[in-house]
């Protein structure tokens, strides 16, 4: 029974955990239709439905959601153990699953990647670029990047970046529209552009704070978009304020394309930790990529 089901069990993790039999099929390497036929020979030697199907998507039953809460773990550290038979080799080797936000890739994994990949050519990176606050756990990922306050008390944090500031910009054009605020309630009477969070459903409330003082804002606005580059782009055009991490707009600021207002309202937060479970044994390859993004100061 178990060894007919094995290679079934990593298929269906694999399928749950993307929620999708096209994606799933492409990181399995095998057709969509043969990932489907395992999937319901894999149901029906269980006697019970897995996966809830439909025309868009595909996700775990509550059956199958306890099989991956109970098996994940376990084919987790069975791959990490071969990884740790492959480091008696020579040279370190070995695989690498990452989740982080648009901004944390941009502004300090990748530039930190590419020298860490030349350095290490058997070592393999998989990126998967997400601003929900996944699970790794449970995605099979062996570390996220997250800011220090979203990161869960049971996991091993590692600073991988200095201290960051959230800040408020405008074009020239829209000001020349409508007044500078003068402080966060002021917010809610202009167009403020939107990013909803994806674990939580709903849009990301502006966090300030001055002197202690802390306050959330929840502007509206005609435009909500997630990526980071298109709310810079649609602030550069005039349709509304945004509130992004400083370093990704400090350029065009300088050029006098953004203008920055409410600064005495944006003060400095931790930023950037690495994240992973502290009871997982880790191979070199791993600490060698935790050592390579770990901030060590100016």
Wanted: contains cysteine; neutral net charge.
């Amino acid at each position: 029974m178990l060894k007919e089901n094995v290679n079934d069990l990593i298929a269906f993790l694999v399928v749950a955990q993307e929620r999708s039999f096209t994606r799933a099929a492409a990181r399995l390497g095998v057709s969509q239709s043969a990932l489907s036929h395992a999937m319901r020979s894999l149901e029906e030697r269980m006697g019970i439905r897995l996966l809830t199907r439909t025309t868009r998507s595909v996700s775990p039953t509550a059956a199958g959601e306890r099989l991956v809460e109970r098996l994940g773990p376990h084919f987790s550290e069975i791959e990490t153990e071969l990884n740790l038979m492959r480091e008696m080799r020579d040279v370190p080797a070995g695989n690498i699953r990452i989740t982080a936000g648009d901004h944390a890739v941009d502004y300090l994994l990748w530039p930190a990647l590419q020298p860490f990949l030349q350095a290490w050519p058997d070592i393999h990176v998989e990126v998967t670029v997400d601003n929900a606050l996944t699970d790794i756990v449970t995605g099979r990922f062996d570390a996220g990047i997250r800011l220090g306050e979203q990161v869960a008390k049971d996991m091993i944090a590692v600073p991988v970046s200095p201290p960051m500031r959230m800040i408020v910009v405008g074009s020239p054009d829209y000001f020349s529209r409508h007044p500078v605020p003068q402080a966060p309630a002021d917010l809610q009477q202009h167009k403020c552009i939107n990013m909803r969070l994806p674990t939580l459903g709903g849009l990301y409330a502006w966090e300030f704070s001055q002197k202690g003082k802390a306050i959330r804002v929840r502007g509206e606005g005609q435009l909500t978009i997630n990526p980071l580059r298109h709310r810079i782009s649609a602030a550069k055009a005039g349709i509304g304020l945004i509130f992004v991490p400083e370093d990704t707009v400090a350029a065009d600021i300088a050029a006098g394309t953004l203008i920055q207002v409410l600064d005495d309202w944006c003060e400095p937060f931790p930023g950037y930790y690495l994240y992973y479970p502290s009871r997982r044994q880790h191979t070199t390859a791993f600490s060698l990529f935790v050592d390579a993004l770990r901030y060590r100061g100016n």
